[in-house]
């Protein structure tokens, strides 16, 4: 049978300190000038869009220390049930030092992030980063082949941002 996945990540990058800021990369066409660099400064969701490569630099509020999140090809759509790609969140502790937004009300099995998007400032603030893979499984499907590389993780079930340091 085949079926939809999603999977989710929670990232509370604390570079250097807990306080960042975070920008939103987007690549014009090869040989153009349309480069967008800008800074989130609210909390709000992104869908991905590989047609301008965007990604997101998370970095250090006082200093140039920083992360680049890069989506993969691999991540996949959204669905209504997996609810979106990204969210950037200020943080908020909760009961017993655990996440707020673990604390869901919501019924369903469904991620439920949105109510946490309140259009809190994220400039100068602890955040974090929500980040969803969604893609479609065949029970019978991408076997792992017994003569692939141990030293490398791949195939068509590997998917997730790619996280790298930027300036370090």
Known sequence: ????????????????????NIYQIEIGPAGSTEDLISPIINEVTRLRDFSVYRSFI????TSNEAYILSPNLTDGTTDAYGGGD???????????GEPAELN?????????????????????????????????HADTGALINPDRSG???SGEYVIGPDIRPLRW
């Open 1 to 20: 049978a085949t079926h939809f996945h999603h999977v989710y990540w929670r990232f509370d990058f604390d570079i250097v300190s807990p306080i960042n």
């Open 58 to 61: 998370i970095q250090n509020s």
């Open 86 to 96: 990204v969210w950037f969140l200020r943080y908020q502790a909760g009961i017993g």
């Open 104 to 136: 869901d009300p919501n019924t369903s099995t469904a991620a439920n992030l949105a109510p946490w998007l309140n259009n809190e400032s994220l400039s100068n603030q602890d955040s974090v980063i929500w980040y969803a893979g969604h893609f479609t």
């Open 151 to 153: 030293d490398v993780l």
